[in-house]
């Protein structure tokens, strides 16, 4: 089993819609989520970057972390096309050198 | 530069070739991290540097692959005797202090052994 665990969907949705991603992860010693966006052949930016449990929003992000449930969330409101790309999320302990990664959703918003 | 700076960004290369990649990373960022990332998938940390001292390298997939950063600035990541499953998008990261702070990524070189 993974440590972080993703659905690769790919998931497409239409302009103005709300998105909703997921990641799962088994490691209960992760204390720092972050979300990623990738746009093809590019490198991934970051997003969203939390520390424990509970919400942060960012314009039309929102991130959501629930330690007990071993459970992170990213919705995107009012997408847009430009939303296009592959979202990953990482995490990673208070100590650790190391970021562990989802795989990536592949998100498409049609105009 | 104001990002984190990575060449080539394409390489292909011959089977048993040696290749050496190389990474800028952004001016005054202490901790420089490797990742490979294959086709469809997330990025596999290889190895971190804490300034010049390489202090984990358990991600390198074998002794082929060996990463430097001398003066703790850029750093090169060189793989020897090229095999296909090397083939991947090599991507760098810096992070201004050590521990879980956000990185920041180039975009990558992608290697493709023939």
């Known amino acids: 089993q993974k440590e972080v665990e993703q659905d690769p969907g790919p998931l497409s949705v239409p302009e103005g819609a709300i998105v909703s991603l997921n990641c799962t992860y088994s490691?209960?010693?992760?204390?720092?989520f972050m979300w990623y966006r990738q746009y093809s052949r590019k490198g991934p930016e970051l997003l969203m970057y939390t520390y424990s449990s509970g919400n942060k929003e960012d314009g039309r992000f929102t991130a959501q972390v629930d330690k007990s449930s071993k459970y992170i969330s990213l919705f995107i409101r009012d997408s847009q096309p430009s939303d296009s790309a592959t979202y990953l999320c990482?995490?990673?302990?208070?100590?650790?050198?190391?970021?562990?990664f989802g795989t990536g959703t592949s998100l498409t918003v049609i105009p | 530069g104001a990002g984190v700076s990575q060449s080539p960004r394409y390489k292909v290369a011959k089977r048993g070739q040696d290749v050496a990649l190389r990474c800028d990373p952004i001016s005054g960022h202490v901790s420089l991290f490797w990742y490979q990332q294959a086709l469809g998938q997330g990025p596999e940390f290889l190895t971190y540097f804490q300034n010049e001292a390489q202090l984990d390298k358990s991600g390198l997939p074998s002794d082929r692959f060996f990463a430097e950063r001398p003066e703790g600035s850029v750093s090169t990541l060189k793989i020897q005797r090229t095999q296909q499953e090397d083939s991947a998008v090599y991507l760098c990261?810096?992070?201004?202090?050590?521990?879980?702070?956000?990185?920041?990524f180039g975009d990558g070189t992608r290697l493709s052994i023939l």
């Open positions: 490691n209960s010693a992760f204390q720092y």
């Open positions: 990482a995490m990673s302990t208070n100590t650790g050198n190391q970021f562990y």
């Open positions: 990261a810096s992070s201004l202090v050590p521990f879980s702070q956000p990185q920041h």
